[in-house]
């Protein structure tokens, strides 16, 4: 049985082309049946995790359901893991002979996770197994909140679970946020109170409420649906992990202001983006839905000016410059690896995590809520989550150099990420070596920098 470490410092990536973008339950088995074998995850007795998932052990799998819709035309392949791979996954870690899975995230807090589960079938689905298999314990929402829009103004429904579902995690100046945390550029995060960030971020104190479920666990399997993310340029094994948090105003995404004010929200300078940033903190902050309906439509017409005059950044940290949203994923990383049940961090990982992405239908344009479709047909994994996105960013088409996310999973920090480095990591590829980076990405406007130059 691999142990925890030697999981943890496994350099390898297997990546497997399928026949088709189909998204077929026989196919999809065969091929997690392939890439466990070569990463040696796999035993004859107990199938594609036998060397990795001890009998008895708790199991919690972790998909990318991060909408009901998809906010762009293109339908729900390309936004959230496949339902498909979700249920093979499943199947498959059943038959190590677990003594619980469950599946859960925190998705959008505006999705609708009944219709989300209706959609995607995976309610029906769940209660079948539930009802032949007492090990299964269903699918899980880990969000306290959710919200609804009623006149642009968000309409909120707090403490959804109880906090002693919860574990508050506080990594004070070991957080990566420590560095930038400073009272001219706050923290922010979309359509959210600024005032409740500052209180969960701050010099000296960055807090994270993380679902137990998540630290209860003897094993993670993370499965990401790789596409392309406007702050993050990427989400895949790494950004996934947001998902395990359970209330947003602990996410800082972006600092207040642009690049030459100090801040990373935008490149350069801009007095129309500070007004726009000014009005939408006043909407955030309203204590009436009549003084937020007032700030939204001016927030709605501040940015129409912007589009009209060919902005299309925004002011959301939706570019490469973003300087927040990477230290904010690789915080919860070192939390998912190192977590405690008392809600410290132990100096060695305290679970096994593994990584098997969705690039089956890939998303790519403007990711993560308006993905369009990258037809990929393939799936990749590792227990290594800097090693998965360092294959993941080149399927992609970008220079990994390129993308903080990517990049800084290598650093040297405590709690680290891996103790390899990036030209250490291996792929063991079923694609021609030049199929991977000949391909065309549509990227988000604010990472076409990033791209691969291909000669």
Known sequence: MKSIEELWMDHRVALAQLDSPDYLDESIRATITD????????????????????????????????????????????????????????????????????????????????????VTHLKESSDELQARD???????????????????????????????????????????????????TPFRVTCYDPRLLSERHRKGRHQYLIAKEIIDADVVINLPKLKTHKKAGITCALKNLVGINGNKEYLPHHRVGGLESGGDCYPGKSVMKTALEFA????????????????????????????????TLGVEGSHSGNDTVWRTCLDLNRILLYGRRDATLDDKPQRK????????????????????????????????????????????????????????????????????GADDVVVLDSFEPRARTTRQVIHPDGWKDAAMRIE
């Not at 995790?49 to 998809?70: A, E, L, Q, T, Y």
């Not at 609804?148 to 990594?171: H, I, Q, T």
């Not at 309203?286 to 129409?304: M, P």
């Open 35 to 118: 890439l466990s074998k070569r990463l040696e995850w796999s035993s004859d007795t107990h199938g594609p995790f036998g060397k990795v998932i001890d009998k008895g052990s708790r199991v919690v799998i972790k998909p990318n359901f991060v909408s009901h819709r998809n906010q762009g035309l293109w339908g729900m392949d390309p936004l959230i893991t496949h339902p498909s791979l979700v249920r093979a996954i499943t199947e498959a870690v059943l038959q190590a002979e677990p003594s619980e899975i469950i599946i859960g995230d925190a998705p959008l807090q505006s999705c609708d996770f009944d219709a989300l589960m209706q």
């Open 134 to 184: 007492s090990r299964f314990k269903g699918i899980r929402d880990f969000r306290r909140t959710t919200c609804s829009f009623v006149d642009g103004v968000r309409v909120a429904s707090e403490g959804l679970k109880p906090e002693d579902d919860f574990l508050l995690f506080d990594l004070a100046d070991e957080s990566l946020l420590e560095e930038v945390c400073d009272i001219s």
């Open 280 to 311: 939408l903190d006043q909407q955030n902050m309203a204590t009436s839905h009549i003084s937020g309906k007032l700030w939204n439509e001016v927030a709605t017409n501040l940015d129409r000016v912007l589009r009209y005059s060919g902005d």
């Open 353 to 420: 995590v593994l990584h098997i992405v969705d690039a089956i239908v890939a998303g790519q344009g403007n990711g993560p809520l308006s993905p369009q479709p990258l037809l990929l047909g393939s799936l990749f994994a590792g227990a290594n989550a800097a090693a998965v996105d360092w294959a993941g960013a080149e399927l992609l088409g970008y220079d990994r150099t390129k993308i903080p996310l990517v990049r800084k999973a290598f650093g040297e920090f405590r709690w680290p990420i891996t103790r390899f």
